[in-house]
């Protein structure tokens, strides 16, 4: 079976890659029907106005920005494993953002009009500095990536990994800051979704990673060492709990408010698809599940028993319990009305005081995808140009990389 | 007669004569000030704020008129569904702990600090010197950005090719827009379509008029009776206020 | 020899472009015609410089009456068959914009319709 995967290796690798051009071609088909015929065709309307393009976008920035963190680990903790990983975090951080930021930037009303954007920046939107975050994490993240791969340059890879890490903090609260500076929405405007991002960033991203990573050894045939594995799986969990905590200290502190209360209860119990998402999609599923995967064998103190299937399959549900919880968190959060007049209950015919009901497109699901493929197509097309899978020191070193 | 009983005859004339047309004029809702157009080629002026005062004790809750004259002036159709283009519309409120009920046109507040000119990433939506906040089609990206941040839902994106421009008022598929308080009108010293409607079927709910003139109807009578901006808790000073809530 | 080559070639592809290259000048619906606000030579330079400078003082500063109102071209330019500047390769606008191949992104917001006729079919 090997042997002859080894003799058809590149005609599989073609097939993959078509495929990823066939679904990228889907989402660019998707994103100019939106174009031509305006967001009709798609479920947004004026009181849902980011859908599921949002949601994966963010998914991807946010993980784009935590993939990276692989890498620093590395570099500004000078932790040996993660160096070696480097690499392959810097291409994938670039990858994936890439693929968001198409699928906001194709998403827009007026995608025409990027150049405007670009040029006509106003300095207290947030956004308008997530375009000078984003296309300096490009560069940045290129320029790491140089300074791994060219011999020359690896004196410089430590400086300018530091820098990574700070631009991409930087970046990441700058994702949450679209949130949390918006005043109007009983979901947002807190001060905890900076923190909550970066936390989600680390989760996610390292999720991401390490399904990226298995895929690229078993398509190798290797093997990855259990020491690494072990430290890899640990800290997937760390970063698993450390978002629940975020989570549930924001809504915590929320229901603690008799203005928010309504809004809570909207979310975690009678809102219809969102309670479900977030209970069943994000905790069960998206996080204690992963949890039980990634520590119960440990507790069962069987040696060698961390199964790297596990692991994936704890990354890939933590990846699923990340669209859940953006899900709720974008769309749950604009469902809710706005509370326009307090002390009154209102109705009209902008849905005023009624929950706004949303029903995911086509058009919005496939361009999503075609995000997701972008970033695909530029991982496995460099992964197969640019030496990017891990060098790890040899077993007998082993003691090094515990 | 004496000279002196003249005088007096003729003082007490006088002054009569300007108590009764004082007592005439003044509460006879004057909906505008003597309206004049800006002269051409001269800019919009930070001394002038335009605002409005709505009564929401006179606003009718089966009436639809300003929302159907401003459908009219500005070019987008009576509303059916989720994605049309709402300008204004009635809101029907009833207080939670009362039971009362009653009812106001909701539109774009024209904020003093609008959290919509703060997160536009490109400058489109912007507050001209005169108060009036406005999405400048030409620079707009159509992110809707702007949607997430109203506290008032005021924001509409339109979703459908628009086919029947109003010359007036260009309007165009991808850009996000709102009230502009009609100010192609009152940038030739007429009243927005909606206060006019208003006038016109008997409720004069909606006033309009220049904030920082002392002499207009709505500076007087905003010192004067009791009303309140909507949020004022979030500190955006909007231009619009209420009366009755 | 090969330079032979080479010049009965470039002489061949000229005479080509040439030929090919002799489409008519668009002959324009000029509507009501008369004098333009400036030389029609200029015009044919300048007039998106003109627009995009005037948008900016009508829509920020609030500037009315100004002398290059996209509305007041449309106004005179329009057909006086269907009082629009857009609709077949005749019309005054996209005659001359399909002829240079440039995109015309105006009308997506303005309107293309003389304003007079177009409130009265209201």
């Known amino acids: 079976m090997l042997k002859n995967f080894a003799q058809s290796e590149t005609r599989y690798f073609y097939a993959l890659i078509a495929f990823g051009l066939l679904i990228a071609a889907a989402g660019l088909g998707a994103a100019h029907f939106m174009e031509e015929h305006g967001h009709v065709v798609t479920g947004m309307n004026n009181q849902i106005v980011w859908g599921m393009p949002h949601v994966f976008a963010i998914f991807m920035i946010v993980s784009a920005s935590g993939v990276l963190n692989v890498a620093s680990i590395g570099s500004v903790f000078g932790k040996t494993p993660y160096k070696a990983r480097a690499p392959l975090a810097s291409l994938l951080s670039i990858a994936m953002l890439a693929g968001g930021l198409s699928v906001l930037m194709l998403d827009l009303g007026r995608p025409d009009r990027i150049i405007v954007a670009a040029t006509n920046l106003n300095p207290t939107s947030i956004f308008a500095w997530n375009v000078l975050l984003y296309n300096g994490m490009f560069a940045l993240a290129a320029l790491y990536l140089w300074t791994m791969m060219e011999q020359r340059m690896n004196r410089w890879s430590k400086p300018v990994g530091f820098a990574v890490f700070g631009w991409r903090i930087i970046l990441t609260t700058g994702t949450g800051l679209i949130f949390a500076f918006l005043v109007a929405r009983q979901a947002y405007g807190s001060a905890l979704l900076p923190p909550m991002f970066i936390v989600m960033s680390f989760a996610w991203g390292l999720a991401v990673f390490h399904v990226v990573q298995s895929a690229m050894y078993a398509w190798n045939g290797k093997t990855l060492n259990p020491a690494i594995l072990k430290r890899m799986k640990n800290l997937l969990g760390i970063f698993v709990l450390a978002t629940l905590y975020l989570v549930a200290a924001y809504h915590l502190s929320n229901l603690y408010f008799a203005k928010q209360t309504a809004f809570e209860h909207f979310i975690l119990y009678d809102g219809g698809i969102y309670p479900y998402l977030f209970w069943g999609g994000y905790v069960v599923f998206g996080s204690l599940l992963p949890l039980l995967l990634i520590y119960l064998p440990s507790l069962t103190k069987t040696p060698a028993s961390e199964k790297p299937g596990g692991v994936v399959a704890a990354s890939l549900l933590v990846i699923l319990g990340s669209f859940s919880l953006l899900y709720v968190f974008i769309i749950g959060g604009q469902a809710f009305p706005l509370s326009i007049f307090p002390g009154y209950e209102a109705s009209s015919s902008f849905g005023d005081g009624q929950i706004a009901s949303y029903t995911p497109s086509l058009p919005e699901i496939l361009l999503g995808c075609g995000g997701l493929a972008i970033a695909f197509l530029i991982t496995a097309i460099g992964v197969r140009v640019l030496d990017s899978l891990p060098h790890d020191v040899p077993d007998r070193r082993k003691h090094e990389a515990e | ?245 | 020899m090969n330079l032979l080559r080479a010049a009965v070639l470039l002489a061949l592809l000229c005479m080509v472009n040439l030929t090919v290259a002799a489409v008519p000048m668009p002959k324009l619906d000029i509507g009501k015609g008369g004098q333009c606000v400036e030389d029609p030579k200029f015009m044919r330079k300048n007039h998106m410089k003109l627009i995009v400078h005037q948008r900016d003082e009508t829509m920020r500063q609030g500037i009315r009456g100004g002398k290059y109102s996209l509305a007041e071209c449309v106004n005179c330019h329009s057909s006086k068959v269907d009082n629009s500047v857009l609709g077949s390769s005749e019309h005054f606008c996209q005659e001359c914009h399909e002829y240079a191949a440039v995109k015309i992104d105006c009308f997506e917001c303005h309107s293309s319709k003389r304003k007079v006729i177009a409130e009265a079919s209201k």
């Open chain 2, 1 to 245: 007669m004496s000279d002196k009983v003249n005088l007096n005859r003729r003082q007490f004339l006088g002054k009569a004569s300007a108590a009764i047309a004082g007592i005439a004029i003044a509460p006879g809702m004057l909906l505008f000030d003597f309206a004049h157009a800006r002269p051409a080629g001269e800019a919009a002026s930070s001394a002038v704020r335009w605002g409005m005062l709505i009564d929401t004790t006179q606003c009718d809750s089966g009436c639809n008129e300003c929302v159907s004259a401003c459908g009219k002036e500005n070019g987008w159709p009576e509303a059916k569904s989720p994605t049309d283009v709402q300008w204004i519309r009635k809101v029907e409120l009833k207080q939670v702990s009362t039971g009362r009920q009653t009812s106001l046109p909701m539109m774009c507040q024209h904020c003093a600090e609008p959290p919509c000119v703060d997160v536009c990433p490109t400058n489109a939506s912007f507050k001209r010197a005169d108060g009036i906040v406005l999405v400048d089609k030409h620079r707009c990206i159509g992110c809707r950005y702007c949607m997430m941040a109203c506290p008032y839902k005021a924001r509409s994106f339109v979703h459908e090719p628009v086919l029947d421009h109003n010359s007036d008022m260009p309007r165009g598929k991808g850009t996000v827009e709102s009230c502009t308080l009609c100010v192609h009108r009152v940038d030739r010293g007429e009243q927005p379509a909606c206060v006019e409607a208003c006038a016109k079927a008997g409720h004069r709910a909606i006033l309009f008029g220049d904030l920082n003139d002392p002499h207009s109807e709505i500076y007087l009578r905003i010192r004067s009776v009791a009303s309140a901006q909507l949020r004022a808790d979030l500190g955006l000073n909007p231009g619009i206020s209420f009366v009755g809530l």
